[in-house]
């Protein structure tokens, strides 16, 4: 199982009542022919240009997001299976995400659950700033405890 994984494998069927040299150049040729013209018909899914969401002609809407950490949307639009392309505003700390019109449902809910995950993210305390309130209780409570070693003759 693993080496399939590994390797790729691609069968090729020739009808023919010899099998020359030509004969395969031609099969191969035709075979490569047509896995290139497959993977050019492949449109792209997920996180592209806006011109690549263009030229799907389906009707584009936008959304401003003023939050510079777009790789945590991502995540979540991918999880939802949504095309869109961010585009960074010149001079600016706001970003344009554009989707297609027909992932409006999808990104209304992939929306909804990235500003539920910043809310709370930002609030939850900071660790360092509760480690710094219990290192400040344990140096006001630490009690002298050296001792102190004097010789009485």
Known sequence: MQEEVEQ???TLIVNCSKLTEQELRKALSKLLAQMKNHRQNKQPHGKMTVKQLAAQNRGMQSVEVTDQNIGSFTRIARKYGIDFAPFKAKDQDRYLIFFKSQDADAMTAAFKEYT??????HSRPSVLAKLEKFKSLIQS?????TRK???ER
């Open 116 to 121: 539920a995950q910043t809310v709370k993210k």
């Open 141 to 145: 409570a630490v009690v002298d405890r």
């Open 8 to 10: 790729r494998v691609v």
């Open 149 to 151: 070693k004097e010789l």
